[in-house]
Nanobody
Framework: QVQLVESGGGSVQAGGSLLLSCKAS????????MGWFRQVPGKEREGVAA????????NYADSVKGRFTISQDYSKKTVYLRMNSLKPEDTAMYYC??????????????????WGQGTQVTVSS
């Protein structure tokens, strides 16, 4: 059974930084793609960043390129999302996800089979 547990959300002022963590039980399998998504009530879930387990290839949404960094520490079975230069529009519930797919990308959420419970990020102006 795949388990994903996020942590690290919170409230921060615009321009600040946060580090999200996701501990994932799938870090024994190099076929997985790990992704971060976010969702605001009433809006569709948006892909933020993805990373291939072990190999480390990454993919980012245009809205976060240059500000967010996804990384992994497979010895700790954890994927991270470092968020810098946060903006009020980054406010959302952030979810960690895992799935088996040939191309590791957050263009769509459907290929991700496993989801964490979410962690709230609030950015005030």
């Amino acid at each position: 059974q795949v388990q994903l547990v996020e942590s690290g959300g919170g409230s921060v002022q615009a321009g600040g930084s946060l580090l999200l963590s996701c501990k994932a039980s799938i870090y024994t399998d190099s076929r997985y793609c790990m992704g971060w998504f976010r969702q605001v009530p009433g809006k569709e879930r948006e892909g933020v960043a993805a990373i291939r387990t072990f190999a480390g290839a990454t993919n980012y949404a245009d809205s976060v390129k240059g500000r967010f960094t996804i990384s992994q520490d497979y010895s700790k079975k954890t994927v991270y999302l470092r968020m810098n230069s946060l903006k009020p529009e980054d406010t959302a519930m952030y979810y960690c996800a895992a799935g088996l797919m040939p191309t590791c990308t957050v263009v769509a959420s459907a290929p991700f089979n496993y989801w964490g419970q979410g962690t709230q990020v609030t950015v005030s102006s």
